[in-house]
C-alpha cells in the first residue's frame, strides 16, 4: 500500500489496456461469427427469387423472455439472481472435537461438522447461490490436526460445507500455504471430492489463469478473490495463491466479462484483526474494483469481526463477514460474531445486473454444544446464549455495519421466518 495513487492508476490502466486488447483478440470469432450470421441473411434477400421469398421478413420475431425471478425476495424486474456469502471457516481443536462427539451421538464414525452449520441452511435455502471462504487448509481425514498458528484441520468442515447447501468456496487466506504446497493441494481435492468449486489458490499456473464462473438459473456469477499477505511464508510457486492486487484483480474482471459473467463478485481477505472499521487498504482496493466499472459486489473476510457495509458509487461493499464458524474467545467477544449477506441483484432493461436488495443476518458462536447461532431479530433459532446476549449481539453488529451509511442506503436485516 506504499504506491501513490498516481502509480496505481497507472497500473490499473496498464492493466485495463492490456485486457482489453486480449479480449477483442478473443472475442473476434464470436463477432465473425454474428456478423456472418447477418451478412448470410442479408445476401439471401438480395439475390432475387419469387416474390413471396423477398417479402418474407429477414429477422425472426424476438422470443418473450422467460420470467426467473431466483431465490428470496420478490424480484422487481424479470430477472432475478441472489447470491449468499458468509465469513472465515476457522476451525480449532474445540469444533473438531464438537464434531466427534456429535458423529458419536448419531452413531457414526470420524468427525460430523453438519450439526454445526446446520442453521445456516434456511438462509441458504433461500438463495439461488451460497460462497463460503475455506481459511484454513486441510489434513487427511484421520489427522494429525493442528490449530493456530499453522492449521491444519479436519477435512470432515468442507464436507458439512457443502452438505448444508453451499456450492463454492474462495482459499486465498493468509493460512492457505500453512502446510506449503501439500496441504494447498489436499484442500483443493476435498473440494473437489465434495463437489465444491473454489477459487483463489491453484494447483497450476493454467489453473490460476482460469476464472471461477459459476450458473444460477438467471444468470452467470464469476468470482475473483485475493489476500493481503501469507504471514510471511512464500508459496512454491507465485501463482499458487491470488494476492489482493486491484490491477491483477481488475484483470480478471474484464476477462470475466468477457468470458460471458454477469455478475461478477470481489472477496478480499484483509484488515486489521478484530478491528471495528476497514483499513486504508481495504477500502483503497474496494473503491479501485468499484471505479473500475467492472465489479457488481465487494465483499471481504479474514479480521474475525463483523465489519461496516457502505455503499459506494452505487456498489455495495461488505468490508467483513466475521467468522463464519470459530470457536469461542475468552479475550475477543467480537471474534465469536460474524454477518451472513444475502445480496440479490436484478437485470434491467438493457441488460446490466445490479443489486437490488443487501441483507444481513447477525449470528454467534455458542458452546455446550458448539452451533452457529442466527441473533437476526426474527430470533429463527430461537434463543442462541441468553437473550440479552443475544440482544447485545444484534445491537453491536448493527451499530458496526450502518457505521459508513448502510441503512439510508438501503441494506435491512434478513428476516428469514417472514419471508414466503
Known amino acids: 500500500m506504499g504506491n501513490k495513487h498516481g502509480s496505481a492508476a497507472a497500473r490499473i490502466g496498464a492493466a485495463l489496456s492490456a485486457v482489453t486488447v486480449a ?37 425472426s420475431p424476438t422470443p418473450t423472455p422467460t420470467p426467473t425471478p431466483g431465490a428470496g425476495p420478490a424480484c422487481p424486474t424479470l430477472r432475478c439472481t441472489s447470491v449468499l456469502m458468509t465469513g472465515d471457516m476457522l476451525v480449532h481443536a474445540q469444533l473438531w472435537q464438537q464434531a466427534r462427539d456429535d458423529a458419536a451421538a448419531a452413531g457414526k464414525p470420524g468427525l460430523d461438522f453438519t450439526p454445526l452449520l446446520e442453521g445456516q441452511r434456511r438462509y441458504i435455502r433461500a438463495s439461488d447461490l451460497a460462497i463460503c471462504h475455506q481459511e484454513t487448509p486441510v489434513a487427511v481425514p484421520d489427522g494429525p490436526f493442528a490449530a493456530y498458528p499453522s492449521f491444519n484441520v479436519p477435512p470432515q468442515i468442507i464436507t458439512a460445507t457443502k452438505a448444508v447447501g453451499y456450492q463454492a468456496c474462495t482459499t486465498a487466506s493468509n493460512h492457505t500455504i500453512d502446510r506449503n504446497t501439500d496441504g494447498l493441494l489436499r484442500t483443493l481435492d476435498a473440494l473437489d471430492a465434495a463437489g465444491l468449486k473454489h477459487t483463489g489458490s491453484y494447483r497450476t ?11 444460477t438459473d438467471a444468470a452467470k456469477v464469476a468470482i475473483i478473490q485475493g489476500t493481503y499477505g501469507l504471514n510471511d511464508q512464500h508459496p512454491e510457486y507465485a501463482w499458487q495463491v491470488d494476492m489482493l492486487d486491484a490491477p491483477t484483480m481488475i484483470a480478471k474482471a474484464v476477462k470475466a466479462r468477457a468470458l460471458g459473467a454477469d455478475i461478477v ?13 476497514a483499513n486504508a487498504q481495504q477500502k483503497k482496493v474496494a473503491h479501485a474494483l468499484v471505479d473500475s466499472g467492472q465489479f457488481t459486489m465487494i465483499y471481504g473476510h479474514h479480521t474475525h469481526s463483523v465489519l461496516p457495509i457502505e455503499k459506494y458509487k452505487g456498489t ?13 474467545s475468552p479475550w475477543y467477544v467480537v471474534n465469536n460474531e460474524g454477518l451472513l449477506v444475502r445480496a440479490q441483484f436484478s437485470q434491467d432493461a438493457a441488460g446490466k445486473w445490479k443489486a437490488s436488495d443487501l441483507a444481513w443476518a447477525p449470528s454467534v458462536i455458542v458452546s455446550d454444544p458448539y452451533r452457529w447461532c442466527s441473533v437476526a431479530s426474527d430470533a429463527p433459532q430461537g434463543i442462541c446464549a441468553t437473550a440479552k446476549a443475544d440482544a447485545d449481539t444484534r445491537l453491536r453488529t448493527t451499530t458496526v455495519v450502518e457505521s459508513m451509511g448502510a441503512a439510508a442506503a438501503g441494506a435491512h436485516e434478513l428476516l428469514i421466518t ?3
Do not use: F
Open 316 to 328: 455495495w461493499i461488505v468490508y467483513g463477514l466475521g467468522n463464519g464458524v470459530t470457536e469461542l
Open 265 to 277: 463478485l470481489g472477496a478480499m481477505h484483509a484488515g486489521d484483526e478484530y478491528a471495528t472499521e
Open 205 to 215: 499456473k493454467t489453473e490460476s489463469q482460469g476464472i471461477l464462473i459459476l450458473q
Open 418 to 420: 417472514k419471508e414466503p
Open 23 to 59: 479480449v477483442l483478440l478473443a472475442a473476434c470469432g464470436l463477432v465473425a461469427e454474428q456478423n456472418g450470421n447477418v451478412r448470410a441473411g442479408t445476401a439471401g434477400n438480395s439475390t432475387g427469387g419469387t416474390a413471396e421469398a423477398q417479402q418474407r421478413p429477414s429477422v
